[in-house]
């Protein structure tokens, strides 16, 4: 086995959740009288919370007076409908029992509100009680210290572990936290968009991310 634990990256890596993103992203800008994104617009906004995702978003972002506004009609609606269309990717959940059979532990680090993130991971990967989110306790990835907690509550060494994520986020998030990072791209970015960052282990579907994780590849 390559690695002992696994730090994973939610939104893009284990869930496709950027069609409820894009329809409360647009719910809030229209309450408000402003244009729709497309969702490969709002792919582009992700990957820094949501208050950076509305500040792409809102036309002049938060000089705009009405930001405030807007970020306040968009959270409650975002927490009744977080998961009318989120699914997790397919292969994932194979994935995810097949590390937990081979005794690997996981966590998951995410810059979506705590309390978002929490119940979309109780419903879909039950098994994962290691949830860091956006919160006063903690900063926002890339900083590191999100991932060096997940790491404590799992017990785990910093060099037994590796992180997986989708995003140009989460390249800088493994290098601050000094872990590998084991990008995937069925996410929210593109591999040139990745290598542009510097990142240069790239898998295609969760299959071979799971060979590479228990040093089947």
Request: charged share 25%; glycine share 8%.
């Given at each position: 086995?390559?690695?002992?634990?696994?730090?994973?990256d939610?939104?893009?890596?284990?869930?496709?959740?950027?069609?409820?993103?894009?329809?409360?992203?647009?719910?809030?800008?229209?309450?408000?009288g402003?244009?729709?994104?497309?969702?490969?617009?709002?792919k582009?906004?992700?990957?820094?919370?949501?208050?950076?995702?509305?500040?792409?978003?809102?036309p002049?972002g938060?000089?705009?007076?009405?930001?405030?506004?807007?970020?306040?009609?968009?959270?409650p609606?975002?927490?009744?409908?977080?998961?009318?269309?989120?699914?997790p990717?397919?292969?994932?959940?194979?994935?995810?029992?097949?590390?937990?059979?081979?005794?690997?532990?996981?966590?998951?680090?995410t810059?979506?509100?705590?309390?978002?993130?929490e119940?979309?991971?109780?419903?879909?990967?039950p098994?994962?009680?290691?949830?860091?989110?956006?919160?006063?306790?903690?900063?926002?990835?890339?900083?590191?210290?999100?991932?060096?907690?997940?790491?404590?509550?799992?017990?785990?060494?910093?060099?037994?572990?590796a992180y997986?994520?989708?995003?140009?986020?989460?390249?800088a998030?493994a290098?601050?936290?000094?872990?590998?990072?084991l990008?995937?791209?069925?996410?929210?970015?593109?591999?040139e968009?990745?290598?542009?960052v510097?990142?240069?282990t790239?898998?295609?579907?969760?299959e071979?991310?799971?060979?590479?994780?228990?040093?089947n590849?």
């Amino acid at each position: 086995m390559r690695y002992n634990a696994i730090v994973f990256d939610l939104d893009g890596t284990l869930l496709n959740t950027i069609d409820d993103l894009t329809a409360c992203a647009n719910y809030a800008l229209a309450a408000h009288g402003y244009p729709t994104r497309t969702v490969e617009e709002v792919k582009g906004f992700v990957g820094r919370g949501i208050r950076y995702m509305l500040a792409c978003a809102v036309p002049e972002g938060e000089d705009n007076p009405e930001f405030e506004a807007v970020l306040a009609t968009f959270l409650p609606y975002y927490k009744e409908h977080c998961a009318d269309m989120t699914a997790p990717y397919e292969g994932i959940s194979t994935l995810l029992s097949r590390l937990r059979l081979a005794g690997v532990r996981m966590a998951i680090v995410t810059n979506k509100v705590q309390s978002a993130a929490e119940e979309l991971v109780r419903e879909t990967f039950p098994d994962i009680t290691v949830v860091v989110g956006d919160s006063p306790a903690v900063k926002r990835k890339p900083e590191p210290e999100g991932v060096w907690m997940a790491l404590e509550q799992l017990g785990v060494k910093r060099e037994d572990a590796a992180y997986v994520g989708d995003s140009d986020i989460d390249f800088a998030t493994a290098q601050n936290a000094a872990l590998p990072c084991l990008s995937v791209l069925w996410g929210f970015r593109t591999e040139e968009q990745l290598r542009e960052v510097g990142a240069d282990t790239f898998f295609t579907t969760p299959e071979a991310l799971g060979d590479y994780i228990l040093g089947n590849a």
